[in-house]
């Protein structure tokens, strides 16, 4: 129906053109659509080819291989936090505020679909939290008491006068206090004085609020008179301003008792009223004002930029932005001679300017990747045509000393009046290169006994799956449970029940050859890959284990514990079943080793 092809073409065409990321997730967690705005959210999307097709879990690891998420947690239990994450994405509605390494702040709402996936929204609200810092900031530096109330009538934001006059205690550690409860406390406390009964008042005192009625003089006992008014937000909350009257109230007294006119006394009160009420709608409008400063701000940030952009344009220029540049940079000549190289530049090789200059840039290359530099010069001289030109990549960068080290390139060509040059920008990725080794050590082995875990067990599975088809070669797998685990946690703690799942790891390896692999797949249960193993020779194996573990005595912290383990064993019958089917079967002959009474091996036989 082309109508409809249309119409889902205007939809997506108008996704395309929000200012905040859009994307959605089918039921497998797998990106099936995203706007053009959601792949420049985070930095780590730019670098990917083809987020489609990617499972939100897989996106998840990527930003943390970029180093992108800030916080505590992100960085020491990255594993931790990725289950975090997920449990959130997996509730119905959600709404997260992510803070990145680069100082900007990503709202980010995720809403469950009727087929099962997830709608996600991603919004780089880095100027709202800004803003949000300047307003607190301004109320903080108001002269008078200042407080907003959220839309549901509680305690927002307040600076320290307000909180002096009522005993609030700091905004970090005070819950947020309802409009009512806050009138109740003031008529239960000895702070006010009252000329009626001070619940009364507190009653009438709500009531007024909610009839509109956005004025009051409170007396407190010390003699001081506050003048108190409210306003009602845009968003339905309310910002209650206090001034401080006393003088005024003290010069009526004394109108008052010198015999003096009353509606004198009066006119000067409602002049030195009017005078609070515009200083109080000013402190009202002070958070309509700061919107309108951050775009204005936006605006300058933008002329800064063109009137930026314009100045590198100057040489005089050259060498300021040469020194401050975060990235290293060299510039070399047609002939592959070193012309400029940055402060970054010079700490990336440990080299100096003055010493290096003239000198082949292929210095800094290993000497293989010097030939193929040179030869690679002098094809684009010839044809303008070059592997390295317009295309980053990693490379193994050579400092002074003789040390190699990864190196991100990304070299560009440029024209002067003396001919054709060379910009290269460069990074040391040391650090990323090793944070991304523990990321992929973590995500493979098991924190508690330091063995594999499921994942690399079944990706290890695989590829022995694949060789033992190719080769003709038998492999066998087992899945081992210990009995009665749960016992050796309730009776002794779950410190012991560790120390004996790493005493079990321990004696199990013994029996095992350096080509099997043994894998933790979860509490006491555990997997063992056996190589070129038939099952005869399997069943035997897993016997002897059997023996071994009912014979040792585990030392834990300050107990000694025994037990025993039950296996199931099944060949991996390679080619005419899945990797899922042959662990399937070893887990139901597990469970028949269970039911006949454990301590006992038991083998799977072939559907």
């Known amino acids: 129906m082309p109508f409809l092809e249309d119409s889902v073409t205007d939809i997506l065409g108008a996704f395309d053109t929000l200012r905040t990321g859009f994307a959605v997730f089918d039921s497998d967690d797998v990106l099936i ?26 996106l998840l690891w990527l930003m943390l291989e970029n180093g992108e998420i800030a916080g505590r947690q992100a960085l020491e239990d990255p594993e931790g936090w990725v289950r975090w994450r997920l449990a959130k994405y997996k509730e119905k509605r959600s709404w997260i505020e992510q803070r990145l390494t680069d100082g900007r702040w990503i709202e980010i709402k995720e809403r469950s679909t009727s087929f099962g996936g997830v709608i996600c929204q991603w919004a780089d609200v880095t100027d709202a939290k800004r803003s949000a810092n300047r307003l607190e900031d301004a109320i903080k530096c108001s002269a008078d008491g200042f407080a907003i109330w959220d839309q549901a009538g509680r305690l927002e934001v307040f600076n320290e006068i307000f909180a002096e006059r009522f005993d609030i205690p700091p905004a970090d550690t005070a819950p947020k206090i309802q409009l009512k409860l806050f009138w109740e406390e003031l008529a239960r406390g000895n702070k006010l004085v009252f000329e009626e009964e001070p619940n009364d008042w507190a009653a009438e005192r709500f009531r007024a609020h909610l009839k509109g009625e956005t004025e009051c003089v409170l007396q407190f006992a010390d003699d001081t008179f506050v003048l108190l008014r409210e306003r009602a937000t845009r968003d339905g909350g309310l910002t209650m301003a206090l001034a401080d009257v006393s003088d005024l109230k003290h010069k009526e007294r004394e109108l008052i008792f010198r015999g003096k006119s009353l509606q004198t006394a009066l006119d000067e009160i409602d002049l030195a009223k009017g005078a609070l009420e515009e200083q109080a709608k000013q402190m009202v409008h002070l958070a309509e004002d700061l919107d309108e400063a951050k775009r204005r701000a936006e605006d300058e940030r933008k002329q800064a930029e063109v009137l930026q952009i314009e100045a590198m344009a100057h040489k005089e220029h050259e060498e300021a932005i040469l020194r401050t540049m975060g990235d290293g940079l060299v510039i070399s000549n047609a002939r592959g001679e070193i012309e400029k190289v940055n402060l970054a530049g010079e700490k990336i090789f440990g080299i100096r300017l003055e010493d290096v200059k003239g000198t082949k840039i292929n210095r800094f290359m290993r000497e293989e990747n010097a030939r193929e530099h040179d030869q690679s010069l002098v094809n684009y001289n010839l044809n303008k045509e070059s592997k390295v030109v317009e295309h980053p990549q990693v490379v193994v960068g050579l400092r002074e000393n003789g040390e190699e080290f990864p190196l991100e390139i990304h070299v560009t060509r440029a024209e002067s009046q003396l001919g054709p040059f060379f910009v290269a920008s460069l990074r040391d990725i040391t650090k990323r290169k090793a944070l991304e080794e523990e990321l992929r050590r973590m995500a493979t082995t098991d924190s508690l006994t330091g063995i594999a875990n499921r994942r690399a067990f079944i990706e290890a599975l695989k590829a022995e799956t694949e060789r033992s088809v190719r080769y003709n070669r038998p492999l066998c797998v087992m899945v081992c449970d210990i009995d009665h685990f749960k016992r ?42 056996l190589p070129e193993t038939d099952l005869a020779a399997a069943a035997k194996l897993a016997e002897r284990l059997c023996k071994a573990v009912e014979s040792e005595t585990y030392k834990a912290l300050d107990e000694t514990v025994k037990f025993t383990v039950s296996i199931g064993l099944a060949k991996v019958c390679a080619g005419r079943e899945s990797v899922s089917k042959s662990l399937n079967r070893a887990d139901a002959a597990l469970y028949r080793a269970k039911q006949e009474g454990r301590n006992r091996v038991v083998c799977a036989d072939f559907d």
């Open 33 to 58: 659509y995203h706007n053009h705005q959601f792949q420049y959210v985070y930095l780590s999307f730019q670098t990917v080819e083809g987020l489609l097709g990617r499972r939100f879990e897989d």
């Open 488 to 529: 050796i946690n309730d009776t002794y703690g779950h410190g012991v029940g560790d120390e004996a799942l790493r005493g079990y790891v321990a004696t199990t390896q013994r029996q095992l050859r350096d080509s099997d692999l043994l894998a933790r797949f979860g509490g006491e249960e555990f997997a063992i890959m």
